[in-house]
């Protein structure tokens, strides 16, 4: 249980940081939107996302899932009022780039046995931060990968159209039924060890 309630904390902050992200790059280039929302807050209660933060991630661990995945309520974008070209794509990369630096960041800890005492939960939040950058990054509407696919396909009309309708479902298969997120737990466990020198 104590274990089942650090692994919830962390992920819930480690997706709050993810979203902050997006509305801080959003806000540092001309859209202020997520500030005047009080969205650009560390306060998980005003991310919360009842069946992404709460629902979701309370069956996977009910369901002894070794994948633990959940998101946060997006930061509100109003891309209209960012004048760079590559503004959304910006966003859109700032939530996993975000989560892999986090990850990085304790790995350091682990690897210079800063505070050795606390290692399995600087293993545990360097973990669950990778998987959150690799499971985002594909691209299946809504995740970030779709709209870093959108911007850098040619005439993707089309196929935004199709992620637009379909992508929620594709999501859910692939997280319930699809039995594929085995290899984000082996490059997860890859790169922990890679970056603190400890085998997994």
């Not at 870093?148 to 298969?173: T, V």
Request: negative net charge; charged residues 10%; hydrophobic residues 55%.
């Amino acid at each position: 249980m104590e274990y089942s309630i650090i692994l919830i904390i962390v992920l819930i902050f480690s997706i709050v940081i993810h979203e902050i992200a997006h509305g801080s790059v959003a806000y540092s280039l001309g859209d202020d939107t997520a500030f005047q929302k009080g969205r650009l807050s560390l306060n998980p209660l005003v991310h919360i996302d009842p069946i992404g933060s709460l629902l979701i991630p309370g069956v996977l661990l009910l369901m002894n899932s070794s994948f633990l995945f959940g998101w946060a309520k997006p930061v509100p974008v109003d891309f209209s009022r960012i004048r760079d070209p590559w503004g959304e794509l910006k966003v859109s990369f700032a939530g996993p780039l975000v989560n892999l630096f986090i990850a990085f960041i304790f790995c350091l800890f682990i690897r210079f046995s800063l505070l050795p005492s606390l290692d399995p939960i600087f293993y545990l939040i360097a973990f669950m931060n990778i998987i959150l950058a690799m499971f985002n990054l594909l691209p299946i509407y809504p995740l970030d990968g779709s709209h870093i696919l959108f911007n850098l396909l040619p005439n993707a009309h089309e196929f935004k159209k199709f992620m637009i309708n379909y992508g929620i479902f594709i999501f859910f298969f692939f997280l319930f039924v699809f039995p594929s997120t085995g290899w984000m737990i082996d490059v997860a466990r890859y790169l922990i060890s890679l970056f603190t020198g400890v085998s997994a």
